[in-house]
């Protein structure tokens, strides 16, 4: 198999009829053809379109958000093909700088920091893959009001996000109507069903939506704060990480608490596990780590590691923050135009530290979104130890959903890939081995569940030759 996808990427490359990018539609407006991405530095052939740069979604605090459209290829039927929107974490950190460049994207970026090289489990294979750097201050998103840096939230977030996409829309026409659906993970658990709701209530009404929403997809997602505190001591506790003191007096001391404003008794605690746990990767803990980065102080919420298809590389976020900065990159993105006084990188600390709304549960919102009939399908990495399956299940628990198929284990290429349970109106699917970034740790096996995601098709049981052992 792996040398089969090496010949095909070898062969796409090479390809003559190949260039930089795909021509641009016909239907392309003036606004999207500056956008255009001609070539980016480093960048193989692609028999698929790009575009970057900013929307204003407040013209009077001269706010703007960055995002990057990597088309589908040519062999997905683009002008067809579903939209879907991909949203990052943190808060603070940039769909553009993890999302795009280290998961699911066309390229991952080299060691060099220079260069970029296919991804063969992109999933524009499949649909028309929009990545976009929210709130201002976030990646390439800014804003000339500098209180907005110190005031963000979720409810600011989600706004500032649909206000994007409608605007978004006027520029890019010819996606208007068409098949759309939102993804992410981490702190996305929180910005993607907003985000949907915001989505699904200002459709009401309206026969022929142009934001015409389909669902959402959502991995090692935040989703509610007691069950997510107490999933993730347990797995912590459950794996080793921690002693049997400290795991009581994290129950004590947190499981009660916000996640995103938790209180000095649980903060002290948090930092004791930290200790016990030591220099691991938290958030794939079976991985090595980039020892550099991994005495940077964690968060509870932010992921950071990657996985390239052909082996591991902890430090990978070091070569997008290098691509990233490079003048000739902001250059070919149509990035960094009003010259930000600051460096690019992939979290924004300041972001982090200052965040104000953030509701303790997203629970509410899975039940007015199932109630609808709104597709939901939740994913996790059993090897996430910062947001586990644990704390997955104990949310999805607290639904009380009925379900509709039990438990089973999922295959890809005659190998168990992770298990799925199907809901009435969720399906929960494990990818194992996989991380808090699950294309980056399985970037095969995400592929699939995106495929899947998107036919609302079950994850795939067992073939003839398994069964029969």
Same mark, same amino acid.
């Given at each position: 198999?792996?040398? $089969? ?20 539609? &016909?239907?392309?407006?003036? $606004? ?9 530095? /480093? ?9 970057? /740069? ?17 088309? !589908?290829?040519?062999?997905? !039927?683009?002008?067809? !093909? ?23 994207? =066309?390229? #991952? ?13 992109? +999933? ?6 929009? *990545?976009?750097?929210?709130? &201002?201050?976030? @990646? ?27 605007? +978004? ?30 989505? *699904? ?35 912590? +506790? ?23 404003? $938790?209180?000095? =008794? ?31 102080? #964690? #968060? ?10 052909? /082996? ?33 990188n992939p979290c924004s600390d300041d972001l982090f530290e200052h965040w104000k709304d953030s509701p303790r549960s997203m629970l509410p919102i899975y039940h007015e979104l199932i109630a609808a009939g709104i597709r939901i399908w939740v994913f996790s ?22 379900? %509709? ?13 992770? +298990?799925?349970? %199907? ?9 194992? @081995?996989? @991380? ?16 899947? *995601? ?16």
């Open positions: 198999m792996a040398t $089969a996808v090496l010949i095909l990427l070898a062969a796409a490359i090479l390809a003559p009829s190949l260039s930089s990018c795909a021509p641009a539609s &016909a239907t392309t407006t003036s $606004a999207a053809a500056a956008d255009r991405i001609t070539r980016l530095p /480093g960048q193989p052939p692609v028999n698929f379109s790009m575009y970057s /740069g900013y929307v204003t979604v407040d013209a009077a605090a001269g706010r703007a958000l960055f995002y990057w459209l990597i088309e !589908a290829s040519s062999t997905a !039927a683009p002008d067809s !093909a579903p939209l879907v929107l991909w949203l990052n974490g943190g808060p603070g950190c940039s769909s553009v700088g993890y999302g795009a460049s280290e998961e699911l994207g =066309a390229f #991952r970026i080299s060691p060099d920091g220079t260069t970029l090289v296919p991804n063969p489990y992109s +999933w524009n294979k499949m649909a028309n893959m929009l *990545f976009l750097d929210s709130p &201002a201050g976030v @990646g390439y998103s800014y804003s000339n009001t500098t209180s907005d840096l110190f005031t963000p939230g979720d409810n600011k977030t989600a706004h500032d996000s649909y206000t994007f996409l409608v605007n +978004w829309l006027e520029r890019f026409p010819q996606y208007k109507h068409r098949d759309f659906y939102i993804s992410g993970e981490s702190y996305g658990g929180h910005y993607v069903p907003q985000l949907s709701q915001l989505v *699904f209530r200002n459709n009401k009404g309206i026969k022929k939506p142009i934001l015409n929403f389909k669902g959402f997809m959502v991995g090692n997602a935040v989703i509610d704060d007691y069950h997510d505190y107490v999933g993730t001591f347990e797995y912590w +506790w459950t794996h080793g990480l921690i002693s049997d003191d400290t795991y009581q007096k994290l129950q004590l001391a947190c499981e009660f608490d916000s996640s995103a404003h $938790a209180s000095k =008794a649980c903060n002290q605690i948090y930092d004791v596990a930290e200790a016990e746990e030591g220099l691991i990767d938290a958030y794939s803990i079976y991985t090595p780590t980039c020892k550099k980065a991994s005495l940077r102080k #964690r #968060r509870l919420i932010k992921g950071r590691r990657p996985w390239l298809p052909r /082996g591991y590389d902890p430090c990978t976020e070091k070569y997008s923050t290098k691509y990233y900065n490079l003048p000739e990159v902001q250059k070919a993105f149509h990035a960094n135009v009003t010259g930000m006084p600051y460096a690019w990495g059993d090897a996430d130890s910062v947001v586990p399956l644990t704390a997955t299940r104990y949310s999805i628990d607290a639904l009380y959903l009925p379900t %509709v198929t039990n438990w089973y284990p999922w295959y890809e290429e005659e190998e168990v890939a992770g +298990w799925c349970q %199907v809901y009435k109106g969720l399906t929960l699917v494990t990818i194992r @081995g996989a @991380g808090h970034e699950v294309p980056l740790h399985r970037p095969q096996q995400a592929l699939k569940l995106f495929e899947h *995601f998107l036919q609302d098709k079950p994850m795939p049981r067992p073939v003839d030759s398994i069964q029969s052992f």
